[in-house]
């Protein structure tokens, strides 16, 4: 089945902890994106990827870093998270060179106290 | 500062009506618009909208593009419950070598018996 995964889905963590969220797809897609999702907010755009290698930042940016050594996988990383990090995830992928047609994994609700 | 804009925040209709959702836009070096959908889980693709006065359809929906104008309205005819959900505009962003993506804010809608 074509999908977009992520791990975990849900995660509660304390302020200063490493983490990663993990985000994988089965379609050989290039395009590859983070989003946070916040009430009032909406989605918005953490980082992206074109291809392996080549990552650039969304609008939102502070906070993340991310690497695309495979294809397949675009893992977020919070070196040291804090609270106004607490949100939404979502990672997608895209069949084009764009964020046209994306297809969105399931989530990742994360809290950091 | 790239914007997108949507009207309403939210809606509420009775099963049957006809819906107009908007989204206005300003950005540098426009080039397509995106609609999704998202119920309570992740945004599923709708339509992607590239030249003015083309009409895109799927069943009840559709969706129109003005750039002289810079909107696009979405339409939901005969909507029914399983129609409530946030709908989501987005416009992807050239950076140059690559496109990031700007979302609305959403408009929620709700369809009552």
């Known amino acids: 089945e074509a999908q977009v995964t992520q791990n975990p889905r849900y995660l509660i963590t304390v302020t200063g902890k490493k983490l990663t969220v993990t985000c994988s797809q089965n379609?050989?897609?290039?395009?590859m994106s983070w989003y946070r999702q916040d009430p009032g907010l909406g989605l918005r755009q953490i980082y992206y990827?074109?291809?392996?290698?080549?990552?650039d930042k969304g609008d939102v940016p502070e906070g993340y870093k991310v690497s695309r050594k495979e294809k397949r996988n675009f893992p977020l990383i919070l070196e040291s998270p804090s609270p106004n990090q607490t949100s939404l995830y979502f990672c997608a992928s895209s069949p084009s060179r764009g964020p046209y047609e994306q297809y969105f994994g399931p989530g990742t609700r994360l809290t950091v106290t | 500062e790239d914007k997108v804009v949507q009207s309403p925040l939210s809606l509420v209709v009775h099963e049957g009506d006809t819906v107009t959702l908007n989204c206005s836009y300003e950005v540098t070096n426009f080039r397509s618009l995106l609609w999704y959908k998202q119920e309570k889980k992740a945004p599923t693709f709708l339509f992607m909208l590239t030249s003015s006065g083309i009409e895109k359809k799927s069943g009840r929906l559709s969706s129109i593009l003005d750039k002289k104008e810079l909107f696009s309205i979405l339409n939901i005819t005969a909507t029914q419950t399983g129609d409530s959900a946030v709908y989501l505009c987005?416009?992807?962003?050239?950076?140059?070598?690559?496109?990031?993506?700007?979302f609305g804010t959403g408009t929620r809608l709700q369809v009552t018996l």
């Open positions: 987005a416009v992807p962003i050239n950076t140059g070598t690559a496109s990031k993506l700007t």
């Open positions: 990827s074109m291809n392996v290698e080549v990552t």
């Open positions: 379609m050989n897609h290039e395009y």
